[in-house]
């Protein structure tokens, strides 16, 4: 029932930014912790970070700890990433996840019911 879309991936330079947006529809945006993965060629998604239903804690994989931000806006159904300092290495597709309706976060990609359809992120050597 619940849809998501991401954007705002793209071609960058190492060192640029990028903001990823994820709109939400088919459900209580409010209900739903969000995260986001990404997944490279040949590697297994990762995880990279989720937000709480309300915004009040996030929490961060060490791998991009101090460079990426999520966000979210309650009243416009959407979450963010946004991306600083980037490498070649976080060349991926980017995805975002819902939780189940009423269900907190969670690092593990099992635990999440609704997926995008993801947004590549090149980052240039």
């Known amino acids: 029932q619940v849809q998501l879309v991401e954007s705002g991936g793209g071609l960058v330079q190492t060192g640029g930014s990028l903001r990823l947006s994820c709109a939400a529809s088919?459900?209580?945006?409010?209900?739903?912790?969000m995260g986001w993965f990404r997944q490279a060629p040949g590697k297994e998604r990762e995880f990279l970070a989720f937000i709480s239903r309300r915004g009040g804690s996030n929490y961060y994989a060490d791998s991009v700890k101090g460079r990426f931000t999520i966000s979210r806006d309650n009243a416009k159904n959407t979450v963010y990433l946004q991306m600083n300092s980037l490498k070649p290495e976080d060349t991926a597709v980017y995805y975002c996840?819902?939780?189940?309706?009423?269900?907190?976060?969670?690092?593990?990609?099992?635990?999440?019911?609704?997926w995008g359809q993801g947004t590549q992120v090149t980052v240039s050597s």
């Open positions: 088919g459900g209580t945006f409010s209900r739903h912790a």
């Open positions: 996840a819902a939780s189940p309706p009423d269900y907190s976060g969670s690092t593990s990609r099992s635990w999440y019911a609704y």
